[in-house]
């Protein structure tokens, strides 16, 4: 039984299943996960500038390890990771007289005022989760002039390397989970969805800044056919 599952997998994957590990398929889709912005200015653990409600270390180390049991399936783990310059349009501070967590209109877009940062270059810009699992770190939101919560795209409309890495791998279906669901996890999820991958974003492994913002984020994606589980042991894929 075991063997015909084995050869009816390589047959629908294309014979690839079990030759080569970073192409894990089941029902003939190829799955990779997405790591949203790790970083350690989005936690309390490393009492970010933008530290987001319930992000310890607990909490890290258990989307670290399951990061680590993604890998080891065989699943090709993508990153983004937030890297913004010192003079980002996002910062209260490039704002005078405007405070932290206001939203003001910028050419007709909303735009938030966050505390300065994931500066460049800087220890709480590092992605905490260990960098050896991922194939790529998508850095986003380089441009001083325009935010990118998405790691597909910034708000000017310029796209990052994402979605042409994912499908140099075959990528069909992504699993993506971080901080914060309320910006940068629902924006990558919405825009993997846009760009015709089937999406599943993990709860348990993600956090929001706030609690109304992010219980409207999870309708959102469900709404656009995102799947949102609450575990990863409830994830098909
Ligand atoms: C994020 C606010 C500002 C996020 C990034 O990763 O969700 N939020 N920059
Ligand atoms: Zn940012």
Redesign the pocket.
Known sequence: MKTMMIILMALVCGGVFLADPGNVCLAGEKVGVIV??M?GD?TQWKNGS?A?AGTDQAFVEKVENATKTLAQKGLLVFG?Q?W?PANHV?FYTNHPGKKPFQAIKINGKTQ?L?PP??IQGTQNARVLVNNNLFLAIVKK?KNPKY???SGFQDDGGDRTEMDKILKRNGIQKVIVY????????K?TAVDAANAGYKVTVVEGLCKG?APKTTEAALKEMKEKGISVVKELDQVTI
Not at 178 to 185: R, S
């Open positions: 949203v912005d970083q989005f933008l987001v983004t937030d913004h996002s938030v966050w940062h994931c939101g935010d990118s919560y971080g901080i914060a669901t309320d910006y940068c996890v924006a800044v």
